[in-house]
């Protein structure tokens, strides 16, 4: 691989911070904070770190922390505190600034659901933290959710010992309330569903139900930070580790004072609760808060812009190969940045998408493009198929969108030959 020099890492930082905004604090963190020499310990367990051209997933360790938030992190780490003393004060200080009621760092969106269910459910009745979810009898338990906002993190409501029921139309929402029921779930990013957040806000508040929004992967805009919570949602869950830039293991609940105090008492360090498992340390906390603040810092319009010339450098290098047409694509809700399509004709680039991204992981420096290359959308909003290679370029650091160029371009000359 091309080494990417020190200085002209520090040019392109100083170049986006020129620009008015701090994307460059995407830089590196030998770049401006001197990091204590540490042991390469991906090094020393033979694991290979790859460039991200994929985005915020999980699996492939989410996002990375801005140095801001690595150093944040580093101060705190050194120093013992009481845990709920900083939970309280990291709460009240999100919810000011997030222009909410109340604040709850979690070990990430999923723990954020779970908490969010166990707090409408235990309400106000101490036996019922540590009785939940085996010891339901005289706890109200069922969660409303739209059909098509069923998904892969359904399992953290029914942790809780709820049960889902599905329902379509708004008429068939209106009839499903009971004495059972203990919450309304909302999917922010899902694709289908008939009822509009709106009205599913307005008949769980009729029925006297709070209504909880997943918005994990929904930042930016900025602005959605607070939107949902203004629009009525009593509940809003976002991932720490995706758009924020916070620990992987972290996570925002966000909404009413009363189920926040509620959602705390699920939690850890509380032992004998369905929270326990899900610690965050001093470590998330501060780096969440940390993240929260350098987000707010950030400017929507210049984070886009900056995507977008990552984007067109890649497009304008791949387009020189035959038959390559490459085009922006931003999803509608999550994950709600410039994304690069790369199309080509198989005919004469002999190659699957699929087998694309396999090439770029196996490559040098491994790189990861988006999981929805070669096949069905991996996330919400993004499309697939077998000759469409997609990549994500906000994780990329500075120089990045030049490597990754450069080999797709390799990748798909070569192809030509085969
Ligand atoms: C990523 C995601 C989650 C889980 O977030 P974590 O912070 O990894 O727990 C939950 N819901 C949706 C819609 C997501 O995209």
Redo the contacts with the bound molecule.
Sequence with gaps: MEPISRRKLLRQGSQVVAGGVCIGCALPANASTPAASGVDYYQRLGVTPFINAAGTY?ILS?STMPDEVQAAIALAAKRPVHLMELHKAAGEYLARRLRCEGALVTS????A?KLATAACITRGNKSAVINIPTEMQGLKNEVIVQKAHR?D?DHAIRDCGARLLDVETLDEYERAFSERTVMTQF?N?AEGGRISREDWVRVAHKHGVPCFN?A??DVPPISNLWNYTEMGFDLV?F????GLRGPQCS?LLLGKKDLIDAAQLNNSPNSNTIGRGMKVGKEEIIGLVAAVDWFLEQDDAAMEAEYRKRAALIAERVKSVPSVEARVFIPPV?NHVPHLLITYDMNGIKVSATEVMQRMREGTPRIELNPSTGGGPA?VGLPGGSNVIVVGVWMLQPGEDEIVARRLQEVLRSAMKS
């Design positions: 999980t989410a990430g969106a999923a723990a659901i998904y993190y999917f990013a997943d994990a992967a869950a991932s720490g580790g995706k996570g999550a996330s």
